[in-house]
């Protein structure tokens, strides 16, 4: 049974570029959230999708979006990059049940 | 002052020692999870709580609602035990988990 899959695993952008980061969830998991783990800090809540509507975001700008698609995998975009979005990203999704199974991240480096 | 603490900060030990480390927080919550992560990568889920005391394996994690306080426990540590334990919160109604800032566990051979 796969567990939350992220693509890419590390990327390398220019700032002012755009960057689309993927998710897929556990089977099962129909809710997908996005957090931000800038080097050395705790995660930051960036948004939360379920029936491909983000229910909750956090304190980011609209720079960041996202989507969720029928198949319950998601999407995190990242427009006009600056330095400072450079962290690890993470997606985890949720069962009720089970609770919250995290990706491995995709490291986002911005030059 | 953040929602969750968890103490220590960092802590080092060595191979087969009693491991401790707590989480306090100060909201009310519907869960508390206690989160694994290794350097440099993704982040695992060790336990979901929201009463009593579950055990997996080495680990046992414990949670006192009245006290708002957490442990979590790894008995006979392995070096492979190293890595940073995170403790966060959900919150009733919220989508959103609230972390803690992470403890650093070093156990040396």
């Known amino acids: 049974d796969a567990g939350v899959t992220q693509s890419p695993t590390h990327l390398i952008k220019t700032r002012g570029q755009q960057v689309t980061l993927r998710c897929s969830p556990k089977s099962g998991h129909d809710t997908v959230s996005w957090y931000q783990q800038a080097l050395g800090q705790g995660p930051q809540f960036i948004f939360q999708?379920?029936?491909?509507?983000?229910?909750q975001r956090g304190n980011f700008p609209d720079r960041f979006s996202g989507h969720q698609f029928p198949n319950y995998s998601s999407e995190l975009n990242v427009n006009a990059l600056l330095l400072g979005d450079s962290a690890l990203y993470l997606c985890?999704?949720?069962?009720?049940?089970?609770?919250?199974?995290f990706g491995s991240g995709t490291r986002l480096t911005v030059v | 002052k953040n929602e969750v603490e968890q103490s220590p900060q960092n802590l080092t030990a060595q191979e087969g020692e009693f491991i401790t480390i707590n989480c306090s927080y100060s909201?009310?919550?519907?869960?508390l999870h206690w989160l694994q992560q290794h350097p440099g990568g993704g982040i695992v889920s060790l336990f979901m709580l929201s009463s009593g005391k579950k055990k997996h394996g080495r680990l046992i994690a414990t949670i006192n609602i009245q006290e708002k306080h957490s442990s979590l426990h790894i008995t006979a540590s392995h070096p492979r035990d190293s890595a940073v334990y995170i403790c966060a919160v959900s919150r009733p109604g919220a989508q959103k988990l609230v972390f803690g800032q992470g403890t650093r566990l070093t156990i040396n051979p």
């Open positions: 909201v009310g919550i519907s869960a």
């Open positions: 999708y379920y029936e491909e509507e983000e229910r």
């Open positions: 985890a999704s949720r069962s009720l049940v089970r609770g919250y199974t």
